[in-house]
């Protein structure tokens, strides 16, 4: 009788032990699950360990050349401010901000993916405006052969591979499509594409040999040493190539954003811009 209830009391430990080991893995794992959204969060003052205020830009990747340039010099000019960028395709960009990824500033390379989050109240339509301009050209890798004088005239050169940002989140991808479907020949450049996921993996798989030839925007192309231009794409074939920026309507720093904001349309910015070969709207 007493081995029966000893039995049984060893049996009760067990299974509360069992109960609470599952306790606590639950929570664990809720824990672990959590922790993207909450890296996610900014605090109420998000400021750095030297007590300056941390901006975060979400800009396509188009634009790193020359923002970087610009971020340094607007830091220089405002001590108290750090500007901390987020570079990648306007599309998954705007996707971040939708999830409630932290965001001060949105700087797309298209105005559409600019719409959608005015159209979510995102972004306040009057504290957000079109920025710069740029061209869609056709890349090759700097010791190629390769001659055209028109897009068409890549399915006719040896071209086995042509890199085009994923159209569905890089504008210059969804660019090079709409080109590509006007003349009628989007389908038989499907069959030989290689997907990037910015604009500036496109122009890598071009300069590393990866791709035989590429879309990629004017800027990208003056900036490498490793590709070179073979055709400007007509901006007719294609929606005008428009980078907006926008202030986050729930930005925590609105001042200093507002200062960002007003700096990027300024003389400064606009020197940088204009070296990096953007056309400065208003300009």
């Avoid at 020359?66 to 901390?84: K, N």
């Avoid at 986050?248 to 070969?277: K, N, P, T, W």
């Amino acid at each position: 009788m007493q081995n029966t209830e000893t039995h049984g009391t060893e049996s009760g430990d067990t299974g509360m032990s069992t109960r609470r080991r599952a306790l606590l893995a639950a929570c664990c794992a809720a824990l672990i699950a959590a922790l993207p959204a909450l890296a996610g969060c900014r605090g109420g003052q998000n400021t750095e360990a030297d007590g300056r205020t941390e901006l975060l830009v979400s800009a396509a990747a188009s634009l790193q050349s020359s923002l970087d340039r610009i971020a340094a010099a607007f830091e220089r000019a405002h001590p108290g401010i750090r500007v901390t960028m987020n570079y990648g395709a306007s599309g998954a960009l705007r996707r971040q901000i939708e999830q409630g990824a932290a965001a001060d500033l949105f700087i797309p390379a298209d105005g559409k993916n600019m719409e959608q989050l005015i159209e979510r109240k995102l972004i306040d339509e009057s504290r957000q405006t079109a920025l710069l301009s740029n061209e869609l050209v056709v890349v090759a890798p700097a010791d190629s052969d390769i001659r055209i004088d028109s897009i068409d005239q890549l399915l006719r050169e040896p071209v086995r591979h042509i890199a085009i940002g994923d159209p569905e989140t890089v504008p210059s991808g969804a660019y090079a499509r709409e080109a590509l479907e006007r003349l009628g020949i989007w389908e038989s450049v499907q069959r030989v594409a290689v997907y990037g996921n910015t604009v500036r993996q496109v122009l890598a798989y071009v300069e590393t040999g990866n791709a035989d030839a590429g879309f990629v925007y004017r800027t990208d192309a003056i900036a490498s040493d490793r590709a070179r231009t073979v055709y400007t794409v007509e901006p007719s074939l294609h929606s005008p190539i428009l980078y907006h920026v926008g202030i986050i309507r729930e930005s925590e720093h609105r001042d200093e954003a507002e200062d960002f904001y007003r700096y990027l349309q300024g003389s400064e910015a606009r020197e940088v811009f204009l070296a990096c070969g953007f056309g400065v709207i208003g300009n």
